[in-house]
């Protein structure tokens, strides 16, 4: 017996425990945690199936709700299936990277095959060569647009910190209409300096903990920022702040490297 066979046997024995009986009938209305509005009918049958979890309908106040929890989503085969091959879970998608000994051409560095089951047997529905990838000179900064970079990916980058030299990771994919840089660190030394650890965008931007925060046009002003750092993402506290800093509301841009044409917000930053 399978894994969503057993679970369909322990379901069942737990609904007719609760005295459910029969799901397609749903003779009784049942509340669990859910306010009865005393119908107890289900004009429609359950919706169908959807995806590879099997369902356990059940009428609660009127309308069916599917009581059978969470389900895992299945491994794909550790070796790519050939066409024809069986396969039990209907739509499921895999996908198979290969570096090398593969049909692409001198200036093509990957090759991506992707099989889907249907009808009860695995079928190859793409198979796409990769363009090596070319990488920026300098690392990108996290969010930022990266038009004319599609083929970037896998791209690495050493970042200095004041805890030691970090790594990260940068590719460019596309974010509803844009092409957008994604920065992320990979492997980075243990810190306690927080935000204040990154001396430039660069680092500080792939931190999703922190911001980098430039002066905006109200300059000269009492909350103006002077000089451009990297600070928490959330704005401060009265008491969040290390010793011998205040919280003091700023004003920056808001808009720096960012498709937008305001020039001035105010945020909360601890500063000396």
Sequence with gaps: MNRQNAGNVIRATILVALGLGSLGA???DVSFGVEDDGDGSCATPPPPADGWCPPAWTCISGQWVDTAGACPEPACPSIE???GDGCSVEGQLCQY????????GDDEWGYTVSVQCVAGAWTHI??????EPVCPDQAPVHGTDCTGWYDAYFCDYAVDTTCGTAYLDAYCEWVGD???WNVSFYDAPTCEDGCAAYGSE???AADSACRWLVPGCETGGPNALTEAGCYPTDD?????CEPGQTCQVVSYDPCHNQPCGACAAEGAVCME
């Design 178 to 180: 844009q092409q957008i």
């Design 97 to 104: 990277e290969y570096d090398e000994e593969v049909p692409c």
């Design 236 to 240: 401060c506290s009265a008491d969040s």
């Design 26 to 28: 749903c003779a009784n």
């Design 81 to 83: 299936p050939a066409t």
């Design 126 to 131: 793409s198979n796409y060569c990769q363009p």
């Design 202 to 204: 660069v680092g500080c």
